[in-house]
């Protein structure tokens, strides 16, 4: 069922599986405002469902914001959904190497900084989403 949809986000929730999807539609132009909007809903819903799994979809993501505002995006990102109650994070990469590797990084350094509340059981990057969807529910 989808629980949100706008022009730069949609989050579909799978109630037999218990998965957050969470796609990034192909928008090339979009404020960090317009971002952050779409962050907090995204979260909302996270909290509001009670969401546990997670998968973001992000090949097709291909925003034109610098790479320093798209790691300061992310890195925020990162630091609330280790708020939340999710246990883990499935993501289907994107062909932008650099900005995979930015990501990479990132994901490193939330996971060194909150360590001690960490609760995320997995986070892993996939190429492909049956793949990435079957490491969700296994427990």
Same mark, same amino acid.
């Given at each position: 069922?989808?629980l /949100?949809?706008?022009?730069?986000? &949609?989050?579909?929730? %799978? ?11 192909n $928008? ?6 317009? *971002? ?8 909302? $819903? ?5 969401? =546990? =799994? ?14 320093? +505002?798209? @790691? #300061? ?5 990162? @630091?609330? *959904? $280790?708020?939340? @109650?999710?246990? =883990? $994070? #499935? ?6 190497? =650099?900005? &995979? ?7 490193? +350094?939330?996971?060194? &900084?909150?360590?001690?509340?960490? /609760? ?10 049956? @793949?990435? *969807?079957?490491?969700?529910? +296994? %427990?």
């Open positions: 069922m989808i /949100h949809q706008n022009g730069f986000i &949609e989050l579909t929730y %799978d109630v037999a599986t218990d998965i957050l999807t969470v796609r990034w539609p $928008v090339r132009a979009a404020s960090g405002a317009e *971002l952050l909007y779409s962050f907090e809903k995204l979260l909302e $819903v996270i909290r509001g469902y009670d969401i =546990k =799994k997670v998968l973001f979809d992000s090949r097709s993501n291909n925003l034109a914001v610098s790479d320093e +505002e798209y @790691r #300061a995006l992310n890195a925020q990102l990162g @630091r609330d *959904l $280790v708020q939340t @109650r999710v246990k =883990k $994070v #499935a993501r289907l990469g994107n062909f932008n190497t =650099k900005r &995979e590797t930015i990501l990479k990084d990132l994901s490193d +350094e939330v996971l060194a &900084e909150t360590k001690a509340d960490l /609760h995320f059981q997995m986070f892993d990057t996939f190429a492909d989403e049956e @793949r990435a *969807l079957q490491w969700l529910q +296994e %427990d």
